[in-house]
């Protein structure tokens, strides 16, 4: 069986929605890759959505599984290169991290400070999870990987949702068939009402993990293709990169690698090693 897409999906997904990140929604329809963004890149560059994709799939494929304390400094390394990429969750995690606060202390801290920490960062990077582990094990190390930049447990089992379905679509499950299995390993009532209902709901790309999380699984569920699924998610505007990253995760996990535009493949940084890192993540996997 052969490594799926997800991560370079994911890549995908950030990269093609970077440039939109904090747009409202418009009458245009973006289909190709375009310079631009807050933080103004080229064409095809990816944001620190991949960024902490790529620490965790190297830190399982390091430590042949979930090592907290790896993870965390992995994490670092990538914030230390591009801080004003993060979001203020992140950001004030690993600058307290940096003055020798403990990891557990460090998420708190932040919780308090900003008045709650359920924002999309720690959903974004966990997919590689969800690569690795069955849907079983992946949901409560999902939870785990979540909790250590974000106290709050909406993130979490946010992260943890859409990671199950992940593995299960990796490993050929349909897409209902993720669905239903996600949706009974969900604990978390306030996640498990919207995304448990996603249909009821319009999508809103936002900062918020749940909101976020439910704009991609709308924008997966109903799509017909790779393409289809990206392009729904990003163009809806709002967190866009996030957005999009979360969609092209599941999308790639279902689709694979060859469902993927070559006119994407060829414009992405650094795909031929976003694909190496996944056929290492994918046969050390978890059975």
Same mark, same amino acid.
């Given at each position: 069986? @052969? ?7 994911? &890549?995908?997904?950030? &990269?093609?929605?970077? #440039?939109?990140?904090?747009? &409202? ?12 963004? %807050?933080?103004? %890149? ?24 979930? +090592? ?14 591009? #801080? ?39 959903? /974004? ?8 582990? #069955? ?27 859409? @990671?199950? /379905?992940?593995?299960?679509?990796? %490993?050929? &499950? ?24 996603? +249909? ?20 997966? /569920? ?10 729904? =998610? ?8 996030? =957005? ?44």
């Amino acid at each position: 069986m @052969n490594a799926p897409g997800s991560l370079a999906g994911l &890549a995908i997904g950030d &990269a093609m929605g970077a #440039p939109l990140e904090g747009s &409202a929604q418009t009458g245009a329809w973006i289909t190709e890759m375009l310079p631009g963004g %807050r933080h103004f %890149r080229k064409a095809g560059q990816f944001t620190d959505d991949t960024l902490q994709a790529v620490a965790v799939a190297e830190s399982l494929v390091f430590s042949l599984g979930f +090592d907290p304390s790896d993870i965390v400094q992995r994490l670092l390394a990538g914030f230390e290169k591009r #801080p004003e990429w993060y979001g203020p969750t992140s950001s004030g995690f690993f600058t307290l991290i940096k003055k020798g606060t403990l990891p557990q202390r460090a998420a708190w801290r932040v919780h308090k400070q900003h008045h709650g920490s359920r924002s999309n960062g720690s959903v /974004m990077r966990g997919f590689p999870i969800g690569i690795f582990y #069955p849907a079983e094990q992946a949901y409560p190390v999902s939870i785990s990987c979540s909790r250590l930049t974000h106290f709050d447990p909406v993130a979490a089992h946010c992260s943890a949702w859409l @990671n199950g /379905m992940t593995s299960d679509l990796c %490993r050929g &499950a349909s897409r209902r068939r993720a669905y239903r299995h996600a949706r009974s390993l969900c604990t978390h009532d306030e996640v498990l009402s919207l995304l448990g209902n996603f +249909d009821k709901y319009t999508p809103e790309p936002s900062l918020d993990a749940l909101l976020c999380s439910h704009a991609a699984l709308v924008c997966f /569920m109903h799509a017909k293709t790779f393409e289809g699924a990206v392009l729904s =998610a990003i163009n809806l505007g709002g967190d866009a990169d996030t =957005a999009g990253a979360c969609t092209g995760a599941l999308a790639g996990a279902y689709w694979g690698l060859g469902a993927i535009p070559a006119r994407w493949k060829n414009k992405l940084e650094g795909y031929a090693s976003l694909v190496a890192l996944e056929e290492k993540l994918w046969l050390g996997r978890k059975r």
